[in-house]
């Protein structure tokens, strides 16, 4: 199987260079469930989140400024936060912080890449349900794991329910905590209509980006 075991440096690491962790409260990530597929028509998807409400207008002043949005008009709407009196930073506390609410299109790449959370769980068989045996699984998705129960299967198969996924193009939605709010119905509706194909979701923590990992 080779590679090197998935910890907390890797993962810093890897974040760090990709510049995908948000320095805010954590991020709600929405990507097919097959984390091969990049949606076909990207502009159209883009241009149908508009139109939906879910971004407004473009994030300028930062280097990746043409895949940033603000807040659509009803953002609000397709994101249910769960908090009796949610706080939703909407503007950057300083320039060039992330630690507001908006929305990032990550990717596409090549190949998927992993987005597990320190906060995962060993994850569980696609087979047998039961969790691995260790909560340091490789990080490569493209690396397998073998079950106690006998099946083999690559990384992406397991479960770490909502506490990581793999992607190769993902919707970020920034500084919401975990389980802080939910992608509505009509959200993952339009984006399944939109792609042909069905879409997770999972959460990252805060703690990715300038405060670092444990
Ligand atoms: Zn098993």
């Not at 984390?35 to 989140?49: A, K, N, S």
């Not at 320190?118 to 087979?127: H, I, M, S």
Request: hydrophobic share 35%; with cysteine.
């Amino acid at each position: 199987m080779g590679g090197a075991p998935l910890n907390r440096h890797s993962i810093k690491t890897l974040c760090l260079e990709n510049n995908d962790v948000s320095d805010g409260n954590g991020q709600l990530l929405l990507t097919p469930a097959d984390p091969w597929q990049v949606p076909g028509d990207l502009p159209g998807l883009l241009d149908g989140l508009a139109r939906i409400g879910l971004t407004g207008a473009r994030l300028t002043g930062e280097t990746d400024s043409e895949t940033a949005w603000s807040l659509g008009e009803r953002f609000l709407t397709l994101v249910t936060f769960l908090g009796c009196s949610p706080f939703v930073r909407i503007e950057p506390p300083s320039p060039g912080s992330r630690a507001f609410c908006h929305v990032r299109a990550l990717g596409p790449w090549a190949a998927p890449r992993a987005w597990i959370s320190r906060l995962a769980g060993a994850p569980r068989c696609p087979a047998c349900r039961k969790r691995y045996p260790s909560v340091t699984p490789h990080f490569d998705p493209n690396l397998s794991l073998t079950c106690p129960c006998g099946r083999i299967a690559p990384l992406w198969q397991w479960d770490f329910k909502d506490r990581g996924g793999f992607g190769r193009w993902l919707l970020s939605l920034e500084d919401i905590f975990p389980n802080e709010a939910l992608p509505g119905d009509e959200l993952m509706t339009f984006l399944a209509n939109q792609t042909g194909s069905s879409w997770r979701f999972f959460y990252l923590p805060p703690g990715g980006g300038s405060r670092g990992l444990a």
